[in-house]
């Protein structure tokens, strides 16, 4: 899952950022409404965790314009205002769900999956195909019962192709949904990502190639 983080005091922002990609999810950060606009005309984002009290551009116009041009991300409104007519108003302009501030994190997190599985087509909480069992919401994976030790990037890869549900995925997918915007497009992740994920994942091999398309599994 790729996530979008707006927020224009940069510690939170840089907290939110590093605590979910501590749970496996891909992060860029803007800084004010501007540029979250910016980001989502060049990226594909599946959550965005948007604050309302931006500088440039304020977080409801960028919420406004998001949803006037049917962008596909789910958004998460987050602002220290937390009367019930303010939280109605944010729900009102497009917002999927609302977080005044201060938030734990744990809640964040939970919302955050919660929006990612309504991103596009509805996938359950758990993630069940050929024998592995992934559950996001606890980082963990077994296969035939077997719990499996899985670094973050390996995690997201592995969600985004039981996600596709038996489609094929190309690399440009997977660097799109389980890596940020600084990873080099032409580099190997995806391959070296993909061998340590097969060989942890063990035989019979479940990952198919699919020679010059991308990987199903």
């Known amino acids: 899952m ?34 979250a606009l910016e980001r989502a005309g060049v990226n594909e984002y599946d ?7 931006l500088p440039r551009v304020h977080g409801d116009d960028v919420c406004k314009q998001l949803v006037a041009q049917r962008y596909p991300a789910r958004i998460l409104m987050l602002t220290a205002a937390g009367e019930l007519d303010q939280r109605v108003e944010g729900l ?23 929006l990612g599985r309504r991103a596009s087509a509805p996938l359950p909480p758990v993630l069940e195909r050929a024998g592995i069992t992934l559950d996001p919401s606890r980082r963990e994976v077994t296969r035939d ?15 985004v192709l039981m996600g596709a549900e038996g489609a094929v995925v190309s690399s440009e997918q997977l660097l799109e949904k389980a890596w940020d915007e ?27 190639t699919v020679p010059g398309v991308g990987y199903r599994l």
């Open 92 to 114: 009102s302009i497009g917002a999927d769900d609302y977080l005044p501030k201060p938030f734990a994190f744990t809640e964040l997190i939970a919302r955050v999956r919660a």
């Open 47 to 53: 959550v965005i965790v948007l604050d309302r009290d």
């Open 2 to 35: 790729r996530v979008l983080v707006v927020e224009d005091e940069r510690v939170l922002a840089d907290a939110i950022a590093t605590g979910l990609r501590r749970e496996a999810l891909a992060v860029d950060v803007a800084y004010d409404g501007a540029g």
């Open 182 to 208: 600084h990873i080099d497009p032409f580099t190997n992740v995806v391959r070296v990502t993909m061998m340590t994920l097969r060989k942890k994942l063990g035989d019979p091999p479940v990952i198919e």
């Open 145 to 159: 019962g077997r719990p499996i030790e899985l670094t973050r990037k390996e995690f997201a890869v592995l969600e």
